[in-house]
């Protein structure tokens, strides 16, 4: 191999890894992983892996020098894709806040999580073998200094909500100055207090 086949090698290579790199920060982005997603890393590995090794092949029949290099990418992208998807969990950490309040005699906890997105309405029933019954699971939007609630009824059968139809099924609730406004059962704002 001549020097400038050598450099040419070495650029290549150099351009493939500047290649990888962008495109497993932007396929890392795109799963948002979270800590829940314990196999979430496994399977794109193994495509990694696959895509460089199927390149290598082809390449062995075409051009055999350049095949080594998607040999090595092949151990290298899997590490790379392990570094970001790290990286992720490091800069987007697992937080939630809860708030609680009764209504009708009845205790209820609201459960916000970040990363991953999502929110739940759930029962604490002090004298049942299911403590906790998750009424409603959704999503939530920032609007300015309240949170916009959207959720909807998860169908079991141990509770049923007041005028059971398809409307009240799903169900925007707002929380604005430590105060629950749209609770299916209360016409009012129900105060909130923030658990530690």
Avoid: Q
Avoid at 27 to 56: C, H, K, Q, Y
Avoid at 89 to 112: A, G, K, M, Q, V
Avoid at 149 to 176: Q, T
Wanted: a neutral charge; glycine letters at 6%.
């Amino acid at each position: 191999m001549t020097k400038s086949e050598k450099k040419l090698f070495i650029g290549i290579g150099v351009l493939i890894l500047l290649i990888d790199i962008f495109l497993l920060k932007i396929w890392v982005a795109d799963i948002e992983p979270n800590i829940f997603m314990s196999n979430g890393i496994t399977f794109p590995r193994f495509i990694t892996i696959g895509i460089n090794l199927l390149i290598a092949i082809i390449l062995y029949f075409i051009k055999k020098g350049y095949s080594a290099l998607f040999l090595i990418n092949g151990i290298i992208c899997p590490l790379l894709f392990t570094f970001f998807w790290n990286s992720w969990l490091e800069n987007h950490p697992f937080d939630y806040s809860e708030f609680s309040f009764t209504n009708d005699n009845r205790s209820f906890i609201i459960h916000i999580e970040k990363n991953p997105d999502g929110v739940s309405l759930r029962e604490i029933k002090k004298h049942s073998k299911d403590s906790i019954l998750t009424l409603y699971y959704g999503e939530y939007e920032k609007l300015g200094d309240s949170l916009k609630l959207s959720l909807r009824f998860l169908n079991n059968y141990d509770y049923k909500i007041e005028k059971d139809s398809l409307i009240m099924r799903d169900r925007v609730m707002y929380i604005f100055e430590n105060k629950l406004i749209g609770f299916p059962e209360s016409s009012i704002e129900i105060k909130l207090t923030e658990k530690e």
